[in-house]
């Protein structure tokens, strides 16, 4: 008989009647279960060693621990810690985001696992399907706000092609489970609110902007500059505008002259004569088409130097026009933390760029 092979990939957890909350000691409601802890983008494999160490896992980290971009050093987007289901136990299984993977060729833990938690009944259901993918969606495994994906097949091919079509979406779900987590650490310690207030006034933008910022210049030529600083790094938001009066003024052109003409005026160091400007001769510059505070915007990645100074790190910007098309924005966001991690102080600048509304 013709072997048929099931994926079961991008669940967001099992099926909710398989997953339901226990009953109270006293039987007069349900055990809530505990909120998903780790961090925002921190992912745990549950994979039988012989699968994480060969070619199958070897794969999964390919495509999953892809660059953010644009760091320095090379940081992954994602953080994979991976575990066999015999010492995945305890507050393991309450973390975030989830990967149960197996070749489901041969009887291993993981494989038992997979039946246990589907169900015997579901799970032959599922592998005597002639359909070669689906999915199952459902709430919450082991924590609330967890989501769990399945990657498991009979087919090793077959396993490798869901990883490499499916690797984004994994990321992007990823990304949104950890929203209010990352959100949460970003106002740890609340807002700024008279800042929040003089952005406001000064540019007619309203953007949270976390309590530990402390302003640098106030709307110095139509320039603002707030920066966060602690022993190990330095954050820094600029937000500048000007009047808007033709199209070409909206081209990555002119993107390149503003920033170069502002990060001259305003950003320089202790050294003389030293001024910020972009990297392109060591590091790409990544350009794309992306929503600023609802509108379309230039968006810019890529590296800053300090020419005549030994500084440098990433950067991202935006350009924009505002509704009533009379005023050009440029809003940037760039870090300087040597001998430190980069991604985290960088997607921490992007959650507060989230936040921007035109007023």
Known sequence: MKTQSIIIVLALALIVALVSTSCTPNGTGFAQKPGAIGGHNQVVVVADDPVWNGEIGDTLRKYLESPYIILPQ???????????PENWAGKRQHIRNIILLADVNEATATRTLIKRSLGEDRYSEMMSRDSLCCSITGNDLFAQGQQVFYIFSDDRDEIFDVI???????IDKVDVNGQKKLSGMVYII???????????DSFDLLMRIPGEYKIEA????????????????????????QPYYSTTQFTEENFMHLRDSLSRE?????????????????????????SFANRPSIYVRGIWNMKNDFKGGPFVSFMTISPDSKWLYYIEGFVFAPGDNKRDHMEHLEEIFRTAEFE
């Open 74 to 84: 090379a940081e992954s987007e994602i953080d994979l810690e991976h575990y066999t």
């Open 164 to 170: 490499k079509r499916t690797s984004s979406r994994i």
């Open 190 to 200: 609340g807002e700024n609110e008279g800042m929040i207030r003089t952005i406001s």
């Open 218 to 241: 106030e709307n110095k030529g139509g320039t603002y500059w707030v920066r966060k600083e602690t022993n190990k790094v330095s954050s820094n938001i600029i937000i500048h505008r």
């Open 266 to 290: 305003h950003i320089t160091s202790d050294v003389e004569g030293a001024y910020m400007s972009i990297d392109t001769v060591n590091f790409p510059l990544f350009v794309e088409t992306k």
